[in-house]
């Protein structure tokens, strides 16, 4: 039977790929509901190549993938004026186990007097797809922003507090999870996937 795995345990990123993708009809189950259990180190150095060896790792787990969709993402944050870091290291930037209060915090220091115009930054995410015949799709979803001066707002997670939209006079933080969807990095690339799988008449 045809149906899409999401290779993360992650249920906010779950929930999320479920709303998007209910207009194609085919079931999307997580890691957990299909069975499997993983834990893939990304080593790779680009979003693109960690959701590709993330989403490939879980299809190699997967004995018969049958009709099985495998799609996986890999997400950070790029600030223009540290050279695009945290980039691939976002969720690892000073240690796994360090609050976002404290990281968000450093990077806030780290643009200590660097004026608006030069603290801008976005939020990049890759899906990837390995479908059943084995080819491979990314998409990729992008979100403009400056880093704000303080941590604002108490939605989302990670380093939404100082992600501050211009246009919308708000850090991601302060947006409700609905209004955050419809313009977001990972949104977006969801969306952009759904469109490549209708493409393929999945
Ligand atoms: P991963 O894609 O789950 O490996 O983790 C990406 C990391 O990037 C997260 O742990 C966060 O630190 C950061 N990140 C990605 N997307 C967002 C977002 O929408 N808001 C805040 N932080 C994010």
New binding site residues.
């Given amino acids: 039977m045809k149906k899409i795995i999401f290779a ?1 345990g ?1 249920n906010g990123k779950i929930k999320e790929i479920k709303e998007i993708m209910k207009e194609l009809k085919i079931p999307v189950l997580s890691m957990k509901e299909a069975g499997i259990h993983a834990d893939i180190v ?1 080593d790779g150095n680009t979003f693109e190549e960690n959701a590709i060896i993330k989403a490939k790792g879980v299809a190699a787990l997967i004995g018969d993938r049958g009709e099985s969709i495998v799609l996986a ?5 790029e600030i223009d004026y540290l050279n695009k870091e945290p980039g691939v290291y ?2 690892r930037y000073m240690g796994e186990e360090t609050s ?1 209060r404290i990281k968000n915090q450093n990077l806030i220091d780290r643009l200590e007097g660097v004026p608006d115009e030069k603290r801008t930054a976005r ?1 990049v ?1 890759v899906i990837a797809a390995v479908l059943p015949d084995g080819e491979i799709v990314t998409t990729r979803g992008e979100i403009e922003g400056k880093i704000g001066y303080e941590e604002r707002g108490i939605n ?5 507090p100082i ?1 501050y939209l211009p246009d919308m006079s708000k850090s ?1 933080a302060e947006l409700m999870p609905e209004e955050k969807n419809l313009i ?3 949104g977006n690339a969801l969306k952009d996937m759904k469109e490549e799988l209708q493409k393929r008449h999945m």
């Fill in positions: 993360t992650n990304e993402d890999d997400s950070g944050l976002s969720a976002y939020f995410c989302g997670f990670g380093y939404d992600f991601t977001s990095h990972r």
